[in-house]
């Protein structure tokens, strides 16, 4: 089944049980300063959920394009590494808003894995929050999941495990006790069950969330009840897409198979020699297309703040990768062509667009070509230094010139060390990043004094205090 048939298999289930098919919001959310990027299903219903907005149905149903690359959610450190997280994905959910909760929700979740989708029951795996008898119950006596099979989870507060039962969409908004299914790939492939010390492998992948939305969660920590009980499921369509055909890694299902072979050619074209088609180089390509074009359809553009940054930093995150490969000019806009095929259909705002993203992106690499070879050279003189003095921490002052100087942002310097099992010293980098704001705010005030023009600070500080946003968040991917 391909992913394209999937998607509509999953919307016509829930039509089918009275849901409203509703299209995917933007993955710029419209007005919700909350939120950097759409992160889930329910960002467009959340005012639904609250309670202020009220809608013609009581059931929905959508595919939600998704981008976690900031926030509470970020998993840009995960892709290339995992086989499970793209920066880019498709959430396929079924919401009911005051209407039906956990019975049905759990009933149809089984009803449409193992009756449409027609996966072995005994290779699924399920999740309940630690206090919730009731999911417990439903999953054991009403749909017959043995109890070796359904793992309690709790809030993670302890931080233990990657796991949580509890799901919230950022520090405040809706949010409840979820119960989760897993699909056990196999004994091949390394990895520990739900709950365990080893479940972060890629043998028992999440693939389904069922939430149930019961709080609103304001800034004071404090949680408040929702006006109704509701519902809200997220399942990541690559993953499922995975199952169904057979493959492991999301990147291998026909979607992937398809943008790798254009990167591939695209990278070549620029001058590798015959790249490898199995390097995770190519994957980190491959994902990063997707979350660069839908962000630009969105009407961003690469810039040194909020939105703007993110999408710079994860475009020239996939250039250095192509560069790695052997690329020595812009290669990267030229699959936007494959991207637009094979998801212009069910997303027709990124057809319309093709144009407009090449172009966009094509200047981003244009103007980071012409920094990046520099830069590079300074990294790796300086990683090679390094590797003779057995020193594993990369040096802050270097890595805030290879930002200022060169356009590296530091997330694209601590991938590069990464890949040499070293880290950045971020503190270096900061107190670099403030020394240098502190004196252009001096040199600014002194022009002023002068009765001069002021030119105002260089847009990278914007960046800078994005970043720190970024990392005081990061932690949370590990909890989410
Ligand atoms: P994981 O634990 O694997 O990081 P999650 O618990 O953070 O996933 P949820 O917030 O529960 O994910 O989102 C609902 C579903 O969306 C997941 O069950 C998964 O199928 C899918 N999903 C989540 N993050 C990603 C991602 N980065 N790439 C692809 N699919 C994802
Ligand atoms: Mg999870
Ligand atoms: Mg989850
Ligand atoms: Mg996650």
């Not at 109704?228 to 055909?245: I, N």
């Not at 930002?403 to 942002?409: E, I, K, L, N």
């Amino acid at each position: 089944m391909k992913a394209a048939d999937i998607r509509q298999t999953f919307l016509r289930f829930f039509e089918s049980k009275g849901h409203k098919i509703v299209a995917s919001s933007p993955v710029v959310p419209g007005d919700d300063p909350t939120l950097l990027f759409t992160n889930a299903g329910m960002n467009q219903f959340k005012d639904v959920f609250l309670g202020f907005d009220k809608r013609a149905y009581s059931r929905a149903t959508t595919s939600q394009k998704c981008i976690r690359a900031g926030g509470k959610h970020n998993d840009l450190d995960n892709v290339g590494y995992t086989a499970r997280h793209h920066t880019f994905f498709e959430m396929l959910g079924n919401f009911s808003f005051g209407d039906y909760f956990k019975h049905d929700a759990i009933q149809y979740a089984w009803e449409l894995l193992t009756k449409h989708f027609h996966l072995p029951a005994e290779k699924l795996w399920v999740t309940v929050y630690a206090e919730d008898d009731e999911a417990y119950e439903i999953w054991n006596k009403v749909v017959g999941v043995p109890a070796e099979r359904i793992v309690r989870i709790g809030d993670n507060k302890g931080g233990r495990y990657m796991s949580d039962n509890f799901w919230m969409m950022g520090d405040t908004g809706p949010c409840g006790p979820c119960t989760e299914i897993f699909y056990d790939h196999g004994p091949d492939v390394a990895g520990g069950p739900p709950g365990s010390a080893n479940e972060d492998g890629d043998r028992y992948i999440e693939i389904w969330n069922n939430v149930f939305m019961q709080f609103n969660r304001t800034e004071d920590g404090v949680m408040h009840k929702l006006p109704k009980p509701s519902v809200d499921t997220g399942m990541g369509l690559e993953r499922l897409a995975a199952v169904l055909q057979h493959v492991h890694s999301n990147y291998e299902i026909d979607l992937f198979v398809a943008l790798l072979a254009a990167a591939k050619a695209a990278v070549d074209g620029a001058g590798a020699q015959d790249c490898d088609k199995d390097s995770a180089s190519l994957k980190v390509i491959a994902d990063h297309i997707r979350a660069c074009s839908f962000t630009v359809v969105d009407g961003v553009i690469p810039g040194n703040e909020g939105r703007g940054y993110v999408l710079r930093r994860i475009a020239r995150r996939a250039i250095r990768h192509g560069y790695k490969l052997g690329a020595r000019a812009p290669f990267f806009h030229k699959i936007v062509a494959e991207l637009v095929a094979q998801m212009g259909e069910a997303y027709p705002e990124l057809r319309q667009a093709e144009a407009r993203v090449t172009e966009v992106l094509k200047q981003e690499e244009e103007r980071f070509f012409q920094t990046i070879a520099n830069g590079m050279e300074i990294l790796d003189a300086a990683l090679a230094e390094m590797a003779k003095t057995g020193n594993t921490v990369f040096d802050g002052e270097t890595a805030f010139k290879l930002h200022d100087t060169y356009g590296f942002p530091v997330d694209l310097t601590a991938d590069v060390c990464r890949e040499r099992d070293v880290t950045v010293d971020q503190a270096g980098f900061d107190a670099a990043m403030t020394r240098q704001r502190e004196q252009a705010r001096a040199a600014g005030k002194f022009k002023m004094a002068q009765g001069l023009e002021y030119s105002g600070a260089p847009t990278a500080f914007h960046g800078y205090e994005h970043l720190q946003y970024e990392r005081s968040t990061i932690t949370a991917v590990y909890v989410d």
